[in-house]
């Protein structure tokens, strides 16, 4: 720093000695005078302003710019740490984004629907519980204890609607073991009990009386907006103790049959475990059914049927449905693109479809499920659009209509073991409006119900043989 000054101040000091004229002279000085001595030599003498040159404040002045030199890089690499550090919180914040992203639009995303319609099964479970509480005969601690056990659910509901709500699956397993206990005590209510026993795949029966409310098993696997497809039991009567499930959305257009998968148990399924994903390119409508470990599907933009291994996922079959309509010109209503609808009872494979012959009435054939030849076929009175969805059971079509936004009606039959049709009135409660697909299993004489993008189930009840 003394350096600098001792610099300063020589160069002030050539400035005095260096020969000064004109004008610059008459700035810089405010006084002089000369006298030449006895050789003739010039003496001049100058008064300057101020003669003292300032060093201290110079020094002063360069150690306060270093100071504030050195506070500002101090200050600057402050605001470099706090610029990594946003960008690091940002990318924190954009990656936690994508994860609410991907919550929100992947098949365990659970919104206020969910707890609504978990609500209402309880509510449900609650009722059923007083009914048996009044007609149930012998002691009631059984009912008391699952009326106290329901009651905590509720609040267990509660509480997990203001928490995390991806813990509705542990809820939901309680709730399927209560329904069975409530089962349990509905089948032992003594004169109350009247359905008969009908052995697995067996048609030992007088056709379908009744039918159960439904029990929402959870939203398929895509996500709400899926809400056209399919799923079911695999139905193997050489192998009655399989659980093989399969669920079918169909992609958001509502047409195209393009992804499926396959569950090894209804646990699985519950918890979205296991799960084996399967991709095909040619499927149709939601008129998709799985007999025998292999799934028929209409093939698409034609009159086919074709079969898929399951176990390759390979189609190892494809073959023209005689005469039958395609590409929407007779699906159900409200239902598109299910112009064939195949299903599956005791006895084996059937198509449901229409004809131009038959001006949009409903065509059932009997198919050999090995080679996909008719086998049999039945012309029935019933306009197919003016029917919801249809399934059959020991070789009886049952066609379904919509009554309201709530309810369905199972209206019309007709029995291809006696070629008789007829009206009938069974009631069926639903969660949501429309029914996109219904697919009957023979072994536990459930129908597994694709209802706008959740999966239902309900229980037959049939008339005992006289």
């Known amino acids: 720093m003394k350096t600098k000054g001792l610099a300063i101040l020589l160069a002030f000091l050539h400035l005095q000695t260096t020969p000064i004229t ?12 000369g006298s030449l001595d006895d050789h003739g030599i010039c003496t001049c003498s100058i008064e300057l302003p101020d003669t003292s040159f300032p060093v201290q404040k110079v020094e002063n002045l360069e150690i306060t710019a270093h100071a504030l030199t050195e506070k500002f890089e101090k200050e600057l690499t402050k605001v470099k740490e706090y610029t990594k550090t946003m960008q690091l919180f940002e990318q924190r914040l954009l990656n936690l984004s994508m994860r609410i992203q991907v919550m929100e639009e992947s098949s365990i995303a659970y919104n206020k629907l969910d707890f609504e319609l978990l609500k209402l099964e309880v509510n449900e479970m609650q009722k059923l519980v007083t009914e048996l509480k009044a007609s149930f005969a012998g002691s009631n601690v059984i009912i008391d204890q699952l009326e106290l056990e329901i009651r905590n659910m509720t609040l267990l509901v509660q509480e997990l609607e203001s928490l995390d709500k991806n813990n509705i699956l542990a809820i939901r397993r309680e709730i399927v073991t209560l329904k069975n ?45 899926y809400i056209y497809g399919a799923w079911g039991k695999d139905y193997t009567p050489q192998d009655p103790e399989k659980t093989l499930y399969w669920v079918a959305p169909l992609n958001t257009d509502g047409r195209y049959f393009e992804y499926y ?51 390759t ?14 590409n929407n010109r007779f699906s159900y209503a409200g239902v598109n693109w299910q112009d064939i609808d195949l299903s599956v009872d005791e006895s084996g494979l059937w198509a449901i479809y229409s004809t131009e012959a038959s001006a949009g009435n409903i065509v059932i054939s009997r198919i050999n499920d090995t080679s996909l030849e008719v086998l049999n076929t039945w ?6 659009p003016s029917v919801s969805n249809a399934f059959i059971v020991c070789g009886v079509l049952y066609a379904i209509r919509t009554m309201n936004t709530r309810k369905e009606e199972i209206f019309y039959y007709y029995d291809t073991n006696t070629k008789k049709e007829g009206r009938l009135s069974i009631i069926m409660d639903k969660k949501l409006e429309k029914i996109q697909s219904v697919n009957y299993n023979p072994l536990d004489h459930k129908l597994y119900v694709y209802n706008d993008g959740y999966l239902v189930t309900y229980d037959l009840s049939f008339q005992q043989l006289q």
């Open 379 to 384: 012309q029935t009175i019933q306009y197919k």
């Open 22 to 33: 004109g004008q610059l002279r008459s700035e810089l000085f405010s006084n002089f005078n």
């Open 181 to 225: 206990r409530l089962k349990e005590c509905e089948e032992f209510r003594g004169q109350n009990n009247t359905d008969p026993f009908i052995p697995p795949g067996s048609c030992g029966h007088g056709g379908v009386v009744n039918i159960s409310k439904p029990f929402i098993v959870q939203l398929n696997w895509r996500g709400a907006s």
């Open 313 to 326: 996922n390979v189609i190892t079959l494809r073959r023209t449905l005689p005469n039958a309509v395609y």
């Open 261 to 311: 998968r396959l569950y090894n148990s209804l646990d699985d399924l519950l918890l979205y475990q296991q799960a084996q994903n399967f991709r095909v390119l040619y499927g149709e409508g939601s008129g998709m059914v799985v007999y025998n470990n292999f799934m028929y599907f209409n093939f698409r933009s034609t009159g086919d049927i074709a079969k898929l291994d399951l176990n």
